[in-house]
């Protein structure tokens, strides 16, 4: 078989990407000649482009071209103006509501999980020991290593034991009206669905975020709750920190996994470290393991703010109500004041990683985050951390960055994360396994023990988007089921919890 030199998206298109590096003079599909080496997933144009005319990708303006491109040269980052930002009044909602029987069908519709009193069930069985400031976070990495050796054997019912430290507490401005985003994460991640409902908050005695922000009264007890600066010296402090967990772990050791329906799995899906056939290979087909998820009554979020917001309009069409676009609208438009407040545009990403993957602008690398998220309606929009109070595709804001959109999810309640990337990253979460899933086989070739799938079958037309996704499929309900660890998890590459702090530190 001749194996295909460039990929075009659409046929109004008039860039295709290289699916691999092209010398210059290779003569593609249509008959043009290369002008210049295109290097793998970079674009080249398919037609005379003169200056100031569209570039087309996704049947969708990039930007305009800063001066004329003739047919068969590398369109580069240099090569095009950003287009204007799009407006967010008054944005058409419910335009493309794909109905739920047009979705695949999921191969499967059971899996064995946790369940939990209420919210979504767990993927895993952990002791989750939350700090409520960083100053008590090396007290709690010794404490864990304690738990690990001396406890852990004896309750081989429990998966394991996360530390979950983080960088607020104290030293901020805990009043300030976005402090209650990181507030939000610390009290959403005590009540993660992996922690069973087990409350194990440990705090030092004089921080700012005391207890009473992040718990309800009746869960402030002794059994519950362990503060450092009562406990007299350090055999006392561990003993302390040993003993509560010990009567957690007896708790969680009556826990069984068991047969659910989809409708109790939330995931998450993000991209990182894109490249220009993350929109092509990746992502698609995580859309399409994210459709069958949906039809099978399962909640899947999508976030990343700065990465869709140039999409803004095709996610409004896919909200299911004004309400829902309106919220969309608002969390888009706090992100960009967020952004403009330190003089920073949506040029800030993406990274140069990014550009030398072939992405030329945050339009391109746009498109192809959009397309994790599938086809099915958006039914619900949350602020950074929230928990979500429907079932089916959620759009959950949240910073584009992986590892604060990754704790952002976690505070949400997700139970595992779909993790896309073309440029390749060792990230993990500790709270919740992340799956990841190249967009090209040469990553997957040299990373061959860390990345778990590749779609990169689908860039060479070996296999299609369709196939790709049943595979994942079946992957995210083996790992979410226990019956299959990630290389993430099995090397135990975890990364720390960088929770989102907007509010000012003082
Ligand atoms: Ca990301």
Avoid at 360 to 381: H, L, R, W
Avoid at 404 to 416: F, K
């Amino acid at each position: 078989m001749q194996q295909r030199l460039t990929i075009r998206i659409q046929p109004q298109d008039n860039v295709a990407v290289a699916v691999r590096d092209l010398p210059a003079g290779t003569v593609i599909e249509n008959g043009v000649a290369a002008r210049d080496p295109i290097p793998q997933a970079h674009k080249i144009a398919l037609e005379d482009i003169p200056q100031g005319a569209p570039i087309l990708r996704y049947g969708v303006i990039l930007g305009h071209a800063k001066k004329d491109i003739p047919a068969g040269s590398w369109v580069n980052e240099h090569m095009l103006d950003l287009p204007e930002s799009p407006a967010l009044d008054d944005l058409p909602w419910g335009t493309n509501l794909v109905p739920l029987e047009n979705l695949p069908d999921p191969p499967e519709t059971t899996w064995m999980g946790y369940r939990n009193v209420s919210g979504p069930a767990g993927t895993r069985n952990l002791l989750g020991i939350v700090s409520t400031v960083q100053c008590v976070a090396g007290v709690l990495k010794v404490a864990v290593e304690r738990i690990r050796r001396d406890l852990l054997p004896k309750y081989p019912h429990v998966d394991g034991v996360v530390a979950v430290t983080h960088p607020y507490g104290c030293g901020v401005a805990i009043n300030a009206p976005m402090a209650s985003i990181p507030i939000r994460a610390v009290r959403n991640l005590i009540r993660h669905p992996n922690f069973g409902g087990e409350i194990m908050v440990v705090g030092l005695g004089c921080e700012k975020l005391t207890y009473d922000r992040v718990l309800p009264p009746e869960d402030i007890t002794p059994e519950n709750v362990l503060t450092l600066q009562d406990c007299p010296g350090h055999d006392a402090m561990m003993d302390a920190i040993l003993s509560m967990a010990e009567q957690k772990l007896q708790l969680l050791e009556r826990r069984r996994r068991e047969e659910l329906p989809l409708s109790e799995l939330l995931i998450g899906m993000q991209c990182g470290g894109s490249d220009a056939f993350s929109g092509i290979s990746a992502n698609p087909a995580a859309g399409y393991a994210a459709d069958m998820l949906v039809k099978g009554g399962g909640t899947v979020l999508f976030s990343e703010v700065t990465e869709v917001r140039d999409g803004v309009s095709l996610l409004a069409a896919r909200c299911v109500s004004p309400a829902v676009r309106d919220r969309l609208a608002e969390e888009m438009g706090w992100y960009d004041q967020y952004l403009a407040a330190s003089g920073v545009g949506r040029d800030a990403n993406p990274t140069p990683g990014n550009k030398q993957g072939g992405l030329a602008n945050i339009v391109e690398k746009a498109m192809g985050s959009i397309a994790k998220s599938g086809t099915s309606p958006i039914v619900e929009v949350l602020s950074p951390a929230e928990m979500p109070t429907k079932r089916g595709l959620i759009y959950a804001a949240t910073p584009a960055s992986d590892i604060v959109c990754g704790p952002c999810q976690t505070a949400s309640g997700i139970g595992l994360q779909v993790f896309l990337t073309g440029r390749g990253t060792p990230y993990g979460l500790e709270i919740c396994p992340v799956v990841k899933v190249c967009s090209r086989n040469e990553l997957k070739s040299h990373w061959f023990d860390l990345i778990d799938i590749s779609a990169g079958d689908i860039v060479t037309g070996e296999k299609t988007i369709a196939e790709v996704g049943m595979e994942l499929f079946h992957f995210i309900l083996d790992v979410a089921s226990g019956r299959k660890q990630p290389f993430s998890d099995q090397y135990g590459f975890h990364n720390d919890m960088c929770i989102f702090n907007p509010a000012p530190i003082t």
